[in-house]
T-cell receptor, first 115, second 111 residues
């Protein structure tokens, strides 16, 4: 099993450009998440999904959109990139809360720089 | 608002020198407390989940404990390969698996 994979690994954007980050998981997990990690800030939740076709806002959702058309995939979109969105983005997946072993499993990350 | 504070920010140990990392938390009803390890340039790797005060879990040289206000990650006789950033996170009741993370403790173990 590959676990959680993310595409691309690195990307440089100019201000105003758009892009989509792809997350895929092969663990048949119901829940998926997008986080960003910035120095001194810890991991912060951007959006999450509790099932195919559903999405919800996390702590820092502004400037991002998401879609979960298939259970195994969770897409994160930046419509008009800003320098403040320079960060490392992590995707994670888990079983639903209440089921044993519902810890989140993380992908390797995407390092995004917006100039 | 749920909060997680980890201390120290950085810790340097010699090989074999045991120590503990602290994770203090405030949450409106704890559903679970999680410990992760993160190596540079990699995603967090799951270590432990603790659910209630008094619970302990062990894995090799690591032992995690939980009280009503904090959790400790004890590292016994560390090796250089234990060098990493250790992250603590909490999940509150009724939050659909949403985690609140601390900023981590960066551990360096030298020979």
């Amino acid at each position: 099993n590959a676990g959680v994979t993310q595409t691309p690994k690195f990307r440089v954007l100019k201000t105003g450009q758009s892009m989509t980050l792809l997350c895929a998981q092969d663990m048949n997990h119901e829940y998926m998440y997008w986080y960003r990690q910035d120095p001194g800030m810890g991991l912060r939740l951007i959006h999450y999904s509790v099932g195919e076709g559903t999405t919800a806002k996390g702590e820092v959702p502004d400037g991002y959109n998401v879609s979960r058309l298939k259970k195994q995939n969770f897409l994160l979109g930046l419509e008009s990139a800003a320098p403040s969105q320079t960060s490392v983005y992590f995707c994670a997946s888990s079983l639903p809360t209440g089921i044993e072993n519902y810890e989140q499993y993380f992908g390797p990350g995407t390092r995004l720089t917006v100039t | 608002e749920d909060q997680v504070t980890q201390s120290p920010e950085a810790l340097r140990l010699q090989e074999g020198e045991s120590s503990s990392l602290n994770c203090s938390y405030t949450v409106s009803g704890l559903r679970g407390l999680f410990w992760y390890r993160q190596d540079p340039g990699k995603g967090p790797e799951f270590l432990f989940t603790l659910y209630s005060a008094g619970e302990e879990k062990e894995k090799e040289r690591l032992k995690a404990t939980l009280t009503k206000k904090e959790s400790f990650l004890h590292i016994t006789a560390p090796k250089p390969e234990d060098s990493a950033t250790y992250l603590c996170a909490v999940q509150a009741d009724g939050t659909a698996s949403k985690l609140t993370f601390g900023t981590g403790t960066r551990l360096q173990v030298t020979l």
